[in-house]
């Protein structure tokens, strides 16, 4: 009943910049936090960012200063905007959010897909 929509995934240069979106859809009531992990090869999953739906916001220390997360509660959207990307950021990113849902007020946690981030000049 929930899907989380990723977009802007790509290829980009070190150093460069990357946006990504995320939109959930629905039998949505509300949405609580919303956030951006990641998983390298071979490395396991981390939490890259989180913004609560007070806007109240979490880094990675290894994105911290360099990425910036945020949402539109209109659009139920939440963007992760990267700059000065480095090597290290190569991973497959998801998006997450907590979800009430219409029809129980219980939240549950829903995953994007996933999109693949490439750094390489």
């Known amino acids: 009943q929930v899907q989380l929509v990723e977009s802007g995934g790509g290829l980009v240069q070190p150093g460069g910049s990357l946006r990504l979106s995320c939109a959930a859809s629905?039998?949505?009531?509300?949405?609580?936090?919303m956030g951006w992990y990641r998983q390298a090869s071979g490395k396991q999953r981390e939490l890259v960012a989180r913004i609560s739906s007070g806007g109240s916001t979490r880094y990675a220390s290894s994105v911290k200063g360099r990425f910036t997360i945020s949402r539109d509660n209109a659009k139920n959207t939440v963007y992760l905007q990267m700059d000065n990307v480095k090597d290290e950021d190569t991973a497959v990113y998801y998006c997450h959010a907590e979800v009430r849902l219409g029809s129980s007020w219980l939240p549950r946690n829903y995953w994007g897909q996933g999109t693949q981030v490439t750094v390489s000049a």
């Open positions: 629905g039998s949505i009531y509300s949405i609580d936090a």
